[in-house]
């Protein structure tokens, strides 16, 4: 049976879980020739990312409806987020060790949201979700500028796709990736010490850093 020390471990050596399908009772161990990551320092805001973030029509919370946010990630017709995984990620919330970005329109109703697991100065995403457009998006041009404003040096994307591409995640080799944990981990960050800042600060940031 895994446990939050487990799966903790696992992240720590480079490893990390996923299920076939939801309703699969068990799991299988990764870790990618390539990985995927994010340049804390190279995350990419396009004209229309930066419009959207400018319009401020939503609003930006973290750790506030975490299993809402990984509800709304596992809510899809193929998702490696099992049962099992469900439980560990609440267990591993409630002791500190996984967090949420949440997304939501003025009238409160989620549009966008990622979770992650924190170990010392690094970032696991695990998934992201979204319910209008940009909503993941902004999701993670907030969750970049908060990882660097908290002292992060790693963000693991596990793998990339077209999308992550597009805003700045990129394959770096296992080995490459291996040297970048066992640095990150000997570190600390605070997830939680930077205020939600106003979007200004958000491309402000993102464009002194790109």
Known sequence: MMTPALLLNAYANGI???AEHQDDTEVFWVDPRQRGVFPLDGFHISRSLARAIRRADYTV????????VVAACADRPTTWINRELLGLYDQLHAMGHAHSLEVRDMDGALIGGVFG????????GESMFSRRVNGSKIALAYLVDRLLRAGFTLFDTQFTTPHLTSLGAVEIP?????????????????????????????????????
Not at 61 to 68: M, T
Not at 190 to 197: E, Y
């Open 61 to 68: 919370s973290v750790d506030a409806d975490f299993s809402g």
């Open 16 to 18: 990390f879980p996923m």
């Open 117 to 124: 697991l924190v170990i010392g100065a690094g970032f696991f």
């Open 174 to 210: 296992r080995a490459q990736y291996h040297a970048q944990l066992a640095q990150a981990i000997d570190l600390q960050a605070d997830f939680l010490g930077p205020a939600v800042p106003p979007p200004q600060d958000v491309l402000q940031r993102n464009a002194q850093t790109s």
